[in-house]
């Protein structure tokens, strides 16, 4: 069955830093990994997806690393924002064809 | 990307009574699709897998008799919460993968009152 942490659980920066979000799965055999933003109350925004056969994505300030076979993958955000504060969710897609999420890391990015 | 469409968005019901929610897939056919719940300040967890023309899979804990699921067509599947209760007060997203990329719906507050 496949686990999914992130850490840290919560995180608090100033406006500018540079951040990475870690995530770990137990189950290596994944078809893809999916990196989700999740604001308070609302849906879930895709933010990148990194394919089994691929090491790293990257869209604007969003950098996402896939290490398959030690199950981890990093997100790291550039140059964060205020806009920025919501909760991202790690989101491994496993062998059942199945998205099993995280447990997510809030941010929150102070002016 | 592909859409997914979940309706309603909030959905306040009685305690006793049944709700439905529908999950549609607007440009592309999903023989399966996945429902999810979310308490408040916690991450989502799969409830069951929707199969078009068959029985839904379960994961374990979930009440199938209570968490009604039907996917009659290859662009809708629905999820039905039998006899409301206060504690089924939560987030409902659906989701269906295109291309091994899952995609999202927008999601269902229910408030069981």
């Known amino acids: 069955k496949q686990e999914v942490t992130q850490i840290p659980a919560a995180l608090s920066v100033p406006e500018g830093e540079n951040l990475v979000l870690n995530c770990s799965f137990t189950d290596s055999a994944i078809y893809n990994l999916q990196w989700f933003r999740q604001d308070p109350g609302k849906g879930l925004t895709s933010l990148l997806l990194?394919?089994?056969?691929?090491r790293e994505q990257t869209s604007g300030r969003l950098n996402a690393s896939l290490d398959k076979s030690s199950g981890r993958s990093t997100l790291y955000i550039a140059a964060s924002q205020p806009g920025d504060s919501a909760t991202y969710l790690c989101a491994p897609a496993t062998s059942y064809d199945k998205v099993i999420f995280g447990p997510g890391t809030s941010l929150s990015v102070i002016p | 990307g592909a859409v997914v469409s979940q309706h309603p968005s909030r959905v306040i019901c009685k305690s006793g009574t049944s709700v439905k929610i529908e999950c549609r897939s607007l440009?592309?056919?999903?023989?399966?699709m996945f429902w999810y719940r979310q308490f408040p300040k916690q991450s989502l967890m799969l409830m069951a897998t929707s199969n078009e023309g068959s029985k839904a899979t379960y994961e374990q804990g979930v009440e199938k008799d209570k968490f009604l699921i039907n996917h009659a067509s290859l662009t809708l599947s629905t999820l039905t919460v039998t006899s409301a209760h206060p504690e089924d007060s939560s987030f409902y997203i659906c989701s269906a993968r295109v291309t091994k990329q899952a995609f999202f719906g927008q999601g269902t507050r229910l408030t069981v009152v």
């Open positions: 990194i394919q089994s056969s691929q």
């Open positions: 440009d592309f056919q999903a023989t399966t």
